[in-house]
């Protein structure tokens, strides 16, 4: 869908160029430059200028951004819309043509603010940060449009404003929209457009055929040096992106994981250690007492050991003396007494031997166990401990010494490697275009839906038109802005059941152009967004003695237009007069702060900031006629040059406030119930209010017709009224933004003209 979104963009409008032939303008082509007329070197001059201002916003939006933003998504996708949105910006400045470059510019710059502000998408992708991003896009469309009202006129911009709005509708699910070009899609209306500008019909003086082959080298050989200039610049973000796209693989983010891990479990080694050794230590120091202790024992079992030999030796001394002692006695007993019985003597003798060998062997084995276990040869061994301890931290520490080794080898490796492939990466690297345009479609995700403006049904029992027999015929049309754009789809779509009905350029300009050209002939249709006035149906009648026939052809409702964090839900038209008007002819005091209109905590001292159309479009007579009672406007109230730009303001500043057409509704925005009365009851600006009229600032549609009381309709504009109050007419009205009639009542305004 990303590239199809780059590459077949003309499907939106497909079938509509040679719909519309334009009126003769070049009649009218001035032959020198007016007062108010800039040349094609102040436009390009213009265009340069917005180019490198247009960078600034942008870098300064995204690196608000990316300054300390842990979420590697974000960074990578303010990365990616850096590139490409500035990419595409230097990319269109480029173009030899500098009014074909400055409808480029006002198309992709608004594109762009749609995406970021309307349908939200800044803050689905940035969450509480996108606000940098949501400013300066914002700031972007307003430099870029006030570059366009000083070439177009106000009827063009609309139409212009109304194109875009259209595509974009038609190709919501487009996500790269900073490579869409107005020549893809502009058909035959976006065509004259620049035909018209051209010309010398808008506000760009024309080119005189003398000096345009020297102008064009000229304006080439700068185009070249802005471009150098500023390549480096994208280079060295292209080159980031491709790294940042080669890192966010799986086996590549798990390889810097494991990176991270190693690196961040290096850094705590000496810590562990340390820790580790100071434990060891601490340990061994604790036990140093028991050591202790145990050699005292020793020591004193080894004197009592000493002692017992001793003891021992005395003993055999002892038992030696007494046996030489008995066998003294036994001698003399012998000579004197009975015969001595040499078996009991030998039994005593053997006992009492074995008893002292006993003994003996005792004492000899005390005597080497003392005589191996010295107390120097203790204390050594208590004193080992120490040493053995310190052999064990020795043998950890040599060993975590050379992990550590081994992880930084492998760290600086990778290193290695990613350089290795960065320089590839840069020779690999093709036209700037081309890479800019495949990295934004690579990186792109998908494109989620932001809430619009619910579009209306169209009523069943509407019957389609159905072709009945060919027609020729002319038909043209002039008047209103608002209707114009409608028209020229009707047309589109009518063309196709009636090919031979030749359908000039549909011609704004505002519902006052319209009676005049009736009038002159100079039209077969006025459409107009307002009913005729009493002085514009006195002029008809005084030329033509009957009054012109009127056709509702659709329903637009105003709709009141505040940011949808403002807790507002309902406004009355005295407050709307209060807020909006210097004169305040409903009376009352001014209204300034959110808080005179009942909001409390934050919203009480806020100011009030107003957003409206400018003077040149209808809107503003609209508003101020039904709304204000004729009163001033206040002065501080921002003009915008599109009725888009007015939500869009809106939706970028939370205290904003504005008027605008209910189908410019946007995700970050929220309409208003709105009552003419104090009190109620506040309506909302849906189909069925807007059609019954409750909705108080509904209006109807209009087309005027001059047709003599008696006569028929003439069968071309016959079978286009007819198509236009069919189902088919009718959704097309739907489609387009507009509330589409019930059967009833096209039924009824229709009747007439099909008679």
């Not at 008893?355 to 005390?366: C, H, I, M, V």
Request: net charge neutral; hydrophobic share 45%.
């Amino acid at each position: 869908m990303c590239l199809a979104g780059c590459t077949s963009i003309d499907q939106a409008q497909q079938g509509v160029r040679g719909i519309f032939r334009p009126l003769s303008v070049a009649a009218a082509t001035p032959s020198a430059k007016r007062a108010d007329q800039i040349t094609q070197e102040e436009l390009e001059q213009l265009t340069y200028g917005f180019a490198d201002r247009y960078l600034t916003y942008i870098v300064s939006a995204t690196d608000a951004i990316e300054r300390d933003n842990d979420d590697a998504t974000q960074r990578r996708r303010v990365h990616q819309v850096r590139l490409v949105q500035v990419g595409a910006i230097y990319d269109i400045v480029t173009n030899a043509d500098p009014f074909t470059r400055l409808l480029d510019l006002i198309l992709v710059v608004t594109l762009q603010s749609q995406k970021w502000i309307e349908e939200d998408q800044a803050e689905r992708w940035f969450g509480t940060r996108a606000q940098p991003l949501i400013v300066a896009s914002r700031k972007a469309r307003e430099d870029i449009w006030q570059i366009g009202a000083r070439v177009m006129t106000p009827d063009q911009l609309e139409v212009l404003d109304y194109l875009i709005w259209d595509w974009r509708q038609r190709n919501s699910d487009v996500e790269l929209v900073s490579y869409v070009r107005f020549d893809d899609f502009a058909a035959a209306r976006g065509k004259s457009i620049i035909a018209n500008v051209k010309s010398g019909a808008g506000l760009l003086a024309p080119v005189g055929e003398a000096t345009k082959a020297v102008d064009e080298m000229r304006m080439l050989g700068e185009r070249a040096f802005f471009y150098a200039k500023r390549l480096p610049i994208l280079t060295n973000w292209q080159v980031r992106a491709a790294v940042d796209d080669v890192f966010t693989e799986s086996e590549m983010r798990e390889l810097l994981n494991q990176l991270r891990i190693a690196t961040r479990a290096l850094n705590r080694l000496p810590q562990d250690i340390a820790r580790e050794r100071e434990a060891i230590f601490a340990a061994l120091n604790g036990k140093q007492p028991m050591f202790q202790s145990l050699s005292s024992q020793y020591r004193s079992a080894i004197s009592d050991t000493t002692s017992l030999v001793s003891a021992l030796t005395n003993l055999t001394d002892s038992s030696q003396q007494t046996l030489g002692a008995l066998d003294r006695v036994a001698k003399a007993i012998s000579a004197n007494g009975r015969p001595f019985d040499v078996r009991e003597y030998g039994a005593t003798i053997e006992k009492f031997t074995a008893a002292l060998q006993e003994a003996n062997r005792l004492a000899g084995t005390t005597v080497s166990v003392v005589e191996n276990v010295q107390p120097q040869k203790l204390d050594a061994l208590v004193k080992g401990g120490s040493a053995q301890a310190e052999t064990f931290v020795a043998h950890i520490l040599k060993t975590a010494f050379w992990r550590g080794v081994a992880l930084i080898v492998v760290f600086f490796v990778t290193l290695a490697i990613y350089r290795t492939f960065s320089l590839w990466l840069h020779r690999r690297t093709g036209t700037m275009k081309a890479v800019l345009l495949a990295l934004a479609c690579i990186s792109s995700t998908a494109y989620a839906q932001a809430p619009r403006a619910v579009r209306p049904t169209v009523d069943l029992t509407l019957e389609d038109d159905q072709r009945t027999v060919d027609i020729v015929g002319v038909l043209r049309t002039v008047g209103s802005s608002t209707l114009s754009n409608l028209l020229f789809r009707w047309g589109a779509e009518f063309r196709r059941l009636y090919p031979s009905v030749d359908l000039q350029e549909v011609t704004g300009g505002g519902s006052e152009t319209a009676v005049p050209a009736l009038i002159e002939g100079r039209a077969d249709l006025g459409p107009m967004s307002r009913p005729m006035s009493d002085a514009e149906l006195e002029r008809f009648r005084a030329n033509f003695g009957y009054p012109p026939t009127r056709l509702t052809v659709a329903v637009d409702a105003i709709a009141v237009y505040v940011n949808k964090h403002n807790p507002l839900t309902r406004v009355s038209f005295r407050e709307l007069d209060a807020i909006f008007s210097d004169t305040r002819n409903w009376g009352g005091v001014p209204i300034r702060t959110w808080g005179q209109l009942g909001l409390t905590g934050d919203w009480a001292e806020r100011p009030i900031l107003l957003k409206g159309p400018s003077p040149a479009q209808g809107l503003y007579g609209v508003f101020r006629t039904a709304v204000l009672a004729g009163g001033k406007y206040r002065l501080d109230m921002r003009p915008e040059p599109v009725e888009s730009s007015i939500v869009q303001a809106v939706a970028t500043e939370d205290g904003a406030i504005g008027f605008a057409s209910h189908f410019l509704a946007a995700a970050r925005t929220k309409t208003l119930a709105v009552t003419r009365e104090d009190g109620g009851p506040y309506v909302s600006p849906t189909v069925d209010n807007a059609v019954d009229g409750s909705y108080p600032l509904a209006r109807k549609l209009f087309i005027y017709l001059n047709r003599p009381p008696g006569t028929a309709v003439a069968p071309a504009l016959r079978e286009l009224l007819r198509f236009i109050c069919s189902g088919q007419g009718q959704e097309i009205a739907a489609r387009d933004g507009n509330f589409p009639l019930n059967a009833e009542l096209a039924a009824r305004e229709c009747a007439a003209m099909l008679e």
